[in-house]
């Protein structure tokens, strides 16, 4: 007798033991969602035809990540919507098209259905959105107190097209700097629902899929030298991968940050750097100074990319710097945070 | 100034958070030891050559897995040793050539670096004795309490040779059943390391990677049906995808069974099956009766088929059914238990 699962049923250690149990949580949980042919198939495997991809480029990307963000649902989306934009804007960013997703689930003995059933339709929705599948899976469930409700590893599958080359060691002198749009909007909004600000503003994570905005950058200017969605660690993280990686040195200019001024005053509560914030949808990319303009006002022209614009350049040296030419018109140097700031972020 | 990380070093927060010290912790561990060029370029993907790929075979397979295995460290391995071989098995049952492994680390604060680094040479190895690469990763940190010590997820990416259908659903009436080996060693293993058993056997984990031995089979036989690795929920729960998918019965023949004396003796005193104990370097195939014999013959010569032997076979139906000839000739049905035996074998 198959066990039936609805929305109070609580995951037991059963729904990660290889029986009946754990089927039937597969079925009417993740299968039911994603609907996937290969999925369905419950081999231990997805199978994907050669000749399509190779018709699309001439590399494979592949990518994965673990999502341990705390908490789970949060305004602008949740663990689900990030396992799914986030492992495909790590395809995206280096040029690749985004087509398979695997996806991995650790949860924790207790976690209600109804949660998982949410963030599940959450994957499936942000997947649907992206034109990608989920193709293949596992389930495991650790007991009570090993664990944090539920952990997400997602790896990706995209394709790059011929002659793209996206790599932060392409950066060079005179290079300009473009940011998607808003900075921080992922950080305050998480921080903001954690409840550790005494604030009431409206925030909410920018979470969301790049490759539709990425694709036309590209189409408009493939000679786009280095691209990253700025995740943890914020737009600092990038521009120190990307001047360490190139030997050139990085300029920003404070005066063309853009920040919603909502995140600007819980930045400023905390003492802390907008710079340093996590994004979930939003990319910095370095393309050459003649193209930047015209770039910019492409991306402008996309819903992801409404408030792009222009927010540095590249420099000569020395090789790993990353300054801010700040308000005042004097130089800062932007350090690379040692520690924590802001844990579990995604 | 960059934190040096060594053996004594405890995992903090601030080895998740994106800045200096992940990038010390990455290179120090990751890096070091998996020797990628892949994952020392430190994108956010890895991009592997299409043109390598397709002149392998006309599909991709595709597969993940976390591992959740308590304790880390047994007997013939530990965490990392079956994160590879694990997945590797995935791919190859499928009839794939394994040969690019992502790999995802949930550390809990606290984790002492010496056994991270016990871990990540241990995942070297095996991927380096398998041929494969480890091509990208990710790390997470999470407060002490909020995982238990170290998960990995590893996906990975292989090649199925043109003319390879290996599927649950091909099954037939009159094919054989076939084992690579003795049942339930890696079961047995885990429960007498968590120090469960009350039993002074010398218990050693099956954990292995299976492709060398498929790549064989498939060489003689290349009309293999189905392939599985036994591994949660045993032989017993392979065999019950088998004959759901196929629309066929399965009977074994318990006189044939595989079990070392010393995995007997556990499962007698727990009163369990060894056919639902979790195995991680055996696989069951089905094949064409008039060739079982000889591929059984072949897999002897293998250092991963020594055991190999045929313990049953498909019938007519009714479908979905799997019984065993007893050792005093009935037959008894072996069903797929519904809950919770080993939890936290994989």
Redesign the interface.
């Known amino acids: 007798?198959?066990?039936t699962i609805t929305d109070q049923t609580r995951i037991?250690?059963?729904h990660?033991?290889?029986?009946?149990?754990m089927?039937s949580l597969i079925e009417s949980v993740f299968i039911e969602a994603f609907g996937s042919t290969e999925l369905a198939?419950?081999?231990?495997?997805?199978?994907?035809?050669?000749?399509r991809?190779?018709a699309q480029?001439?590399?494979?990307?592949?990518?994965?990540?673990?999502?341990?963000i705390d908490p789970l649902e949060f305004p602008g989306g949740n663990v689900g919507t990030l396992a799914v934009n986030g492992t495909l804007n790590?395809?995206a960013?280096?040029g690749?098209r985004p087509l398979?997703l695997?996806?991995?689930?650790?949860i924790e003995e207790g976690l209600e259905v109804a949660l998982l059933r949410r963030v599940v339709h959450a994957m499936r929705d942000a997947a649907q959105e992206a034109g990608v599948s989920i193709?293949?899976?596992?389930t495991?469930?650790?007991?009570h107190?090993?664990?944090?409700k539920l952990?997400i590893?997602t790896?990706g599958?995209?394709?790059?097209p011929k002659g793209i080359e996206v790599?932060?060691s392409r950066c060079q002198p005179g290079d300009r700097i473009i940011v998607s749009g808003t900075l921080g909007d992922h950080g305050a909004a998480i921080l903001q629902a954690r409840g550790d600000l005494a604030l009431d503003a409206e925030l909410r994570s920018d979470c969301r899929s790049l490759h539709g905005l990425i694709e036309l950058m590209l189409d408009q200017c493939p000679e786009i030298r280095a691209m990253?969605?700025a995740?943890?660690?914020?737009v600092a993280?990038i521009l120190h991968?990307f001047a360490e990686?190139s030997g050139c040195a990085v300029r920003l200019f404070e005066d063309q940050l853009p920040v919603k001024p909502e995140v600007r005053g819980v930045c400023e509560i905390l003492g802390l750097d907008a710079l340093h914030f996590?994004n979930e949808g939003k990319l910095v990319a370095v393309v050459p100074a003649a193209q930047a303009d015209g770039l910019v006002a492409r991306m402008q022209q996309h819903p992801a990319g409404l408030d792009a614009c222009i927010i540095g350049e590249i420099l000569d040296g020395p090789g790993g710097r990353v300054q801010v030419r700040t308000l005042m018109g004097g130089e800062r140097l932007l350090d690379?945070?040692?520690?924590?700031?802001?844990?579990?972020i995604c």
């Open positions: 007798m198959t066990p037991t250690m059963a990660g033991a290889g029986g009946r149990a089927r198939r419950m081999e231990d495997q997805a199978r994907l035809d050669m000749a991809l190779a480029g001439d590399r494979l990307a592949f990518t994965t990540d673990s999502y341990v790590d395809l960013v280096g690749a398979y695997s996806c991995a689930f650790i193709v293949t899976g596992d495991k469930v650790v007991p107190g090993k664990g944090d952990f590893n790896s599958i995209g394709v790059i790599a932060a990253r969605d995740t943890r660690g914020g993280a991968e990686a996590a690379l945070p040692v520690g924590e700031m802001l844990p579990r």
